[in-house]
């Protein structure tokens, strides 16, 4: 959109190590300080606002700091630069905060909803409120799948404001020296890859109990988790109990532009998150990413993963939790790779089609020059 002539500016939260201030590509990236010194900021990032406020319940003091720092330099933004369009990301708190600073300025704010806002935050007593408060009074709202959309109207948005635009998904070359590195460790060996958060709502036990079922018909696969998490401990020790430690990778976290050559690399990509309270999958940009990849993709049939992946076309889909389901599935595509080709290419068909960047870009485009001439 920048190339197409827009001038975007971005207000993030800062992080220690990251700059304040950054051109990329066109678009200014302004990163605002909520507490000092920077080692503190703890509140957002590796996993978002809400995996933190969980593993570290302290950060909650850093709220109003956050609240505060946003809305300052927001308002700031709004009377120095003048905006046409305000696009917050998350109801709570930035949509709460745009919502304001469009009232006093006169800007039209579109607010985006990428699911945990619904999914992760109660719908009732004062956060229900803000919430049904920033739908009712944003110009138009943005969700990233089906089942976002479903979630928000049952939360009082008016039908007419919201519309489903998906979020993009990294898009990085396949890096052919890593790729090589990868074959020579693993050989020929069968792989089968996990990439995310070791939280309990990714589902990484469950496939590591499938994957017990798969070593006792395909001897030599691999089973590989690229990500970490509060669960690494017990996975680690979930694999020794059931006898598949020596077939078990530990990758860790990598950077986010090698994450395509490990899908490459992988016969099939494997996301099994489950429903874990009122929480579950909005869309799985991992899909989308193995499905631009090319990478067969074996997921439960949850949230927004069913709009990207259709049962025996585009990948295959199994009940969360279903752990001799998955196994059957993961032997069948290891032992048939024609199967998982035509899948990916089908995917792959798929993404160019609903969820590209220049697709998605087109989409937003109309949404904004609609909101702004309105």
């Not at 593993?55 to 308002?75: D, S, Y």
């Not at 930035?94 to 945990?116: D, E, K, M, W, Y």
């Not at 490990?262 to 489950?274: F, I, T």
């Amino acid at each position: 959109m920048a190339a197409n002539g827009y001038t975007i500016r971005v207000l993030v939260p800062h992080a220690k190590g990251a700059l304040i201030y950054e051109e990329s590509e066109g678009i200014s990236v302004r990163r605002y300080r909520y507490m000092w010194p920077s080692g503190a900021q703890q509140l957002c990032y590796d996993g978002g606002m809400l995996i933190r406020l969980k593993a570290k319940p302290w950060t909650a003091l850093l709220l109003p700091f956050l609240i505060l720092a946003q809305a300052f330099h927001l308002l700031a933004e709004c009377l120095i630069w003048k905006p046409d369009l305000i696009h917050s990301h998350s109801l709570l708190p930035q949509g709460l905060v745009a919502i304001i600073a469009g009232r006093l300025f006169g800007i039209p704010h579109i607010c985006t909803s990428h699911g945990n806002d619904v999914f992760g935050l109660s719908k009732d007593g004062a956060m229900g409120l803000l919430k049904r408060q920033v739908l009712r009074h944003a110009d138009a709202i943005t969700v990233n799948s089906s089942a976002t959309l479903k979630a928000v109207l049952e939360q009082g948005a008016s039908i007419e404001k919201v519309h489903q635009i998906p979020a993009v998904a990294n898009r990085v070359e396949v890096n052919a020296d890593l790729l090589e590195a990868i074959n020579q460790k693993f050989g020929d060996a069968p792989r089968i890859l996990f990439v995310g958060r070791f939280i309990e709502q990714k589902g990484v036990l469950d496939l590591l109990e499938a994957f017990s079922r798969v070593i006792k018909q395909v001897d030599s696969a691999k089973c590989l988790f690229v990500g970490d998490g509060v669960l690494r401990s017990q996975m680690e020790a979930m694999a020794n109990e059931l006898g598949i430690a020596q077939s078990v990778e530990f990758i860790g976290w990598r950077p986010g532009d090698e994450i395509a050559t490990w899908m490459a690399a992988a016969e099939v990509l494997v996301v099994p998150s489950k429903l874990v309270g009122t929480w579950q999958e909005a869309q799985g940009l991992v899909v989308v990413e193995a499905m631009s990849t090319g990478t067969p993709v074996i997921a439960s049939r949850m949230g927004g993963i069913v709009d990207m992946v259709d049962e025996g076309v585009t990948g295959r889909l199994f009940t969360p939790g279903d752990t001799k389901h998955l196994a059957s599935l993961l032997v069948g595509i290891l032992a048939n790779p024609l199967e998982g080709e035509r899948m990916a290419a089908a995917a792959q068909v798929k993404v160019a089609e609903h969820f590209a960047p220049d697709v998605v870009a087109r989409q937003t485009e109309r949404l904004y020059k609609y909101c702004i001439q309105r």
